[in-house]
């Protein structure tokens, strides 16, 4: 046994919240007695509209295989693994439900896993997602990083069948975790602030769904026999939202007097509005683009939307780069080909930014028209019709040239 087999076997093993509950963010009911998880989660507008942002965002970038050409890149249709990325991962599924599927476990769980098939030189034939939630991963004797799956047996639910999968066999995208290998779920993280969501919007619903407005008070002039008599049929006749409004008739003195604190008076719209920008601010997504119009102008919503290019996707598209170049492309074509999302679309701007930004480039010299063109999704112009041609303002010169109009018989001209 050698130093890095011994080295390899001492590491900790890769450890997540299902396995390891001696921690404050397992799942469970935080303080309002809300079940907390990722189904439950979704069922809150600011968790799906946010989750369901960043999923079709990534979905829908384009994704192809290049090879370093020189200094430059070639974009290769030919290579096995760009048909399996850009169109079809499987027979099953297109490429933008795959990733939007992937992104989800990514953004709920933390992890997102496929099983990766392969054909006998090694080359990835198909991508099958894989349901976080039944995944756990550990490390083997050897040290080696191990994939136990536990696939649903909806027939019968009490007997289990696990399937160990190698490395190899798994693309694996962690998100945020301690460790570097295992990703924690941010619902488990913020298991408090979505709570505290559903919490909100349970009461509103409990609230709006009971137009007696319960927590008031019945108050008789004598001595009630039966009081719980006095108090269903008080509910019967003006409970529920299809009561709301009707003419109250009070008999023999009785008295109605409320005493729960009305919505606004206890800023149940502003509690809930903050919890919208809690959840906004845990996926860092801009509250504008998940109906949160309040702090968002003419002026200043296009800066929000590139900002959320590059510090919100950005990161997550730089994390599913690495991850499929390191588990699809083969250890002999990693220095020659590697795998990229085109987010240039997203950070155009409007039309008259990106008119005045190619005018820059064009009478600069760095752009051509078929530049232009290819980023405008434009048939090129022909090369005999100077589509290739790359211009430069005849009125600029090099600077040690500034002064050679002025010189006459190599000395300068004073005035």
């Avoid at 054909?119 to 997602?129: E, I």
């Avoid at 990703?183 to 007696?212: D, H």
């Avoid at 026999?225 to 003006?238: F, T």
Wanted: charged residues 20%.
């Amino acid at each position: 046994m050698n130093f890095f087999t011994k080295f390899f076997r001492s590491r900790d093993k890769p450890k997540d919240f299902y396995h390891f509950s001696g921690w404050p963010f397992v799942f469970g009911r935080f303080a309002s007695k809300q079940m907390v998880n990722e189904f439950t989660a979704m069922q809150t507008t600011a968790v799906y509209a946010c989750v369901r942002i960043l999923a079709e965002s990534v979905a829908s970038l384009p994704l192809h295989v290049y090879e370093y050409k020189g200094q430059g890149k070639e974009r290769i249709p030919q290579h096995p693994l760009y048909r399996l990325l850009h169109d079809s991962p499987n027979p099953e599924m297109t490429s933008f439900i795959f990733r939007e599927t992937a992104m989800i476990h990514l953004l709920l769980w933390g992890n997102a896993y496929a099983q990766i098939l392969r054909d006998g030189m090694g080359r990835v034939v198909g991508l099958y997602p894989l349901l976080p939630n039944h995944m756990s991963v550990d490390r083997d004797e050897q040290g080696e990083i191990v994939y136990t799956y536990t696939p649903s047996n909806d027939s019968n639910p009490h007997v289990t069948q696990q399937v160990k999968l190698r490395r190899q066999d798994v693309l694996h995208i962690p998100g945020l975790g301690f460790d570097g290998l295992v990703g924690y779920s941010p619902i488990a993280m913020a298991r408090n602030a979505v709570g505290m969501t559903l919490a909100c919007e349970e009461y509103g619903s409990a609230f709006f769904a009971n137009g007696a407005r319960p927590g008031g008070v019945l108050k008789h002039p004598g001595v009630l026999k039966d009081p719980s008599k006095l108090r269903e049929s008080w509910q019967a006749v003006y409970g529920g939202t299809a009561n709301t409004g009707k003419v109250v008739v009070l008999e023999e003195g009785v008295d109605y007097q409320q005493i729960s604190i009305p919505p606004e008076e206890a800023q149940f719209l502003e509690t809930r509005k903050f919890q919208t920008d809690e959840i906004a601010r845990l996926y860092r997504v801009p509250p504008h683009m998940i109906g949160d119009l309040d702090k968002s102008s003419f002026n200043n919503i296009e800066q929000q939307s590139l900002e959320f290019v590059k510090y919100t996707l950005n990161p997550w598209v730089v994390r599913w780069e690495q991850s499929l170049q390191k588990a699809l492309l083969l250890p002999s074509e990693q220095k020659r080909y590697f795998v990229k999302f085109n987010v240039d679309g997203l950070l155009r701007g409007d039309y008259q930014s990106r008119m005045a930004g190619y005018a820059v480039g064009r009478q600069n010299g760095w752009l051509s028209a078929n530049d232009i063109r290819e980023m405008e999704n434009m048939n090129p112009i022909p090369d005999e019709e100077g589509g290739n041609l790359y211009l430069i303002n005849g009125n600029l010169c090099k600077l040690q040239d500034a002064g050679l109009f002025g010189k006459t018989g190599g000395k300068n001209e004073e005035t």
